[in-house]
């Protein structure tokens, strides 16, 4: 399986030279416009603010009704996280170092795989198959469709770009990630049936 065999990988190596010169060449791009852009797609998972993103949202689908969807996104970002730090203590992979790369931000938790992109993929993508299959075409379908992918997408470029990872550790988040958020849909899935079966949908 490549997720065992990336963190048995990043168990034993701090570093691959592939992280080392993918994070160079994105750092490379010093233009302001779009070092702001990398700050700005990190800054929601920062200390919780995941967290503060995710029960708005829930309040928010709570408003027009919707328990189940509400209570799945909540379950979908605490999976993932649990996940993640879970997996970050099996492995315990320092994060990168300022000696070898710029740092933009120090951290104290450790770096493989990325929170932040683990937390996207299990908050956003979940977001992102909601808006997906209960909106109905219009602009604003479309364009948080958008939003939402480009999050998803950018984070783990982002967490690189800023040296909170590497290459390697954003690359495990989309695919723990994605695993989060697939059990996720299944298990949201199979409660719809279920209640559309028993007359409650």
Not at 43 to 53: F, I
Request: proline fraction near 4%.
């Amino acid at each position: 399986m490549p997720l065992v065999a990336l963190s048995a990988a990043a168990a034993i190596l701090a570093y691959r030279s592939g992280d080392l010169w993918i994070t160079r060449l994105l750092q490379r791009f010093d233009d302001p416009y779009f070092h702001s852009l990398m700050v700005a797609v990190s800054w929601p998972g920062y200390q919780g603010r995941q967290w503060v993103v995710a029960v708005c949202v829930a309040a928010l689908l709570l408003r027009f009704g919707l328990k189940i969807e509400a209570a799945c996104l909540l379950i979908s970002l605490g999976s993932g996280l649990l996940l993640a730090n879970v997996i970050k203590l099996i492995v315990a992979r320092p994060r990168p170092s300022p000696e070898l790369v710029n740092v933009y931000l120090d951290h104290s938790t450790l770096s493989f795989p990325s929170g932040h992109v683990v937390s996207y993929m299990a908050l956003f993508g979940f977001l992102f198959y909601l808006v997906r299959t209960l909106m109905r075409r219009s602009a604003l379908r479309s364009a948080l469709l958008v939003i939402l992918g480009a999050l998803i997408a950018l984070v783990g470029p982002s967490r690189v770009y800023l040296g909170a990872h590497w290459a390697s550790d954003a690359l495990a988040g989309y695919g723990f990630g994605l695993l989060c958020l697939e059990l996720m849909i299944y298990l949201y899935r199979r409660i719809k049936s279920r209640r559309i079966s028993d007359g409650e949908g």
